[in-house]
């Protein structure tokens, strides 16, 4: 399980985080929910080991985190798919997924077939570019090369964004798997409210850099929830 207690953070004077805590659960979907630039973002960073926090803690499976590397965390079994997705546009599908490796033992490092059956596409891509591929293409090979790195923790910033609704709808069912699976834990920051609804088995919403909700999924209420989603 992960948990984030109490954790603050600053980019230089400015305050991004006060005093932020939740938890994401084996086999579950977490769900984080608010307007752009309330600290979502932040979190992840914060989580992963790309943000320094200045106060709190952040626990991993009950060991602290928030003092190790990016490198550490993700051999610890974090992984994280920016918003944005960061493929290398110059290396090719298969290329792209090979840089997962870093974070493995050398026995480890391989691109199972499961993670081809999750996205057929790139099966049938894995010569071509990076930067050829669809917007929404592209979010799937940052999900799988995510992937080989057998995590058991799995970060998303809204892997919706841009996407074409064929390919949200995709990406929905193969996080919905993942999660049955059991073996790991989902935080999910997501813009998209039904998407985050469908998936969500926990929520929690921010606003200027706080959690003002949080609960179960099927006990979110859409109109509360949304109305710290719009400007």
Request: charge should be negative; glycine fraction near 10%.
């Amino acid at each position: 399980m992960l948990e984030i207690k109490n954790i603050d953070l600053f980019y230089g004077a400015s305050q991004a985080l006060r005093g932020v805590s939740m938890t994401a659960e084996k086999a579950q979907v977490t769900c984080v929910l608010g307007r752009n630039g309330v600290g979502k973002t932040s979190t992840l960073r914060a989580v992963s080991g790309q943000q320094s926090i200045s106060s709190g803690e952040i626990l991993w499976e009950g060991r602290p985190i928030h003092t190790l590397n990016v490198a550490d965390r993700a051999r610890s079994g974090i992984a994280y798919v920016p918003q944005g997705r960061e493929i290398f546009s110059q290396l090719t599908v298969y290329e792209n997924l090979q840089t997962g490796f870093a974070a493995l033992p050398r026995s480890e490092r391989r691109v199972d077939r499961e993670i081809l059956d999750l996205f057929p596409v790139l099966r049938e891509m894995l010569k071509r570019r990076g930067g050829d591929l669809s917007g929404g293409q592209q979010q799937q090979l940052a999900i799988a090369r995510a992937l080989v790195t057998k995590p058991r923790l799995l970060i998303l910033d809204e892997p919706t964004e841009g996407i074409q609704p064929s390919i949200i709808k995709d990406i929905q069912e193969v996080i919905g798997l993942l999660r049955n699976r059991g073996e790991m834990a989902i935080l999910l920051v997501e813009q998209y409210f039904d998407f985050a609804r469908a998936l969500a088995d926990s929520y929690v919403v921010m606003d200027h850099g706080e959690v003002i909700l949080s609960g179960r999924g099927e006990d979110m209420v859409e109109d509360e929830v949304r109305g710290h989603m719009t400007v």
